[in-house]
């Protein structure tokens, strides 16, 4: 351990030597939070800080209304002022949920088995999420600037099944 022995040093030098130490510590304090920080952003513990990486589902988003986004998606399978639900083809089905006023407030793809162009959970976070032992993911982070919280579930085994959920905060 490192001593300093103040009587070798004037009043002053010593003034200086423990000015110089608080200095010090305090800049290296600063700089482990700060590092801190950075590394919490970039693993999506802050997001709300973040802006989502993926806000939209074949062009349509949160707070669309009704008649735009069925421009969009095209004639629905079963429509109603509540929900819409398309199917595209037989991989791939997408539920729209609207507010009393008629805008959107949840999205939600679903991807089976053998669907092509299926979204990772980096593309939807930016970052790869980590899968269990069994292959699944589960992932769900809060945007509150955006107004809305994201989802992403992947089920386990070979025919997985792949949900993106956008929905708004409510």
Not at 2 to 17: D, E, M, P, Q, T
Not at 85 to 98: C, S
Request: with cysteine.
């Amino acid at each position: 351990m490192f001593r300093i022995n103040l009587k070798l040093f004037s009043k002053y030098r010593a003034g200086l030597a423990l000015f110089g130490c608080i200095a010090g510590f305090s800049l290296l304090t600063a700089t482990a939070a700060q590092a801190q920080r950075s590394k919490a952003s970039l693993t999506n513990n802050t997001p709300e800080d973040n802006q989502p990486a993926f806000h939209e589902l074949r062009g349509v988003h949160i707070g669309m209304l009704a008649d735009e986004a069925r421009k969009k998606l095209g004639t629905p399978r079963d429509k109603s002022a509540e929900q819409d639900f398309y199917v595209f083809n037989d991989n791939e089905a997408l539920q729209v949920y609207y507010d009393k006023s008629g805008a959107v407030i949840t999205l939600s793809v679903d991807f089976m088995s053998g669907a092509n162009g299926v979204p990772t959970s980096k593309d939807v976070f930016g970052l790869e999420s980590e899968a269990k032992a069994d292959g699944s993911i589960f992932k769900r982070v809060d945007y509150p600037k955006a107004g809305y919280w994201i989802s992403y579930s992947r089920t386990a085994g070979n025919d997985a099944t792949t949900t993106i959920t956008i929905q708004k905060i409510k």
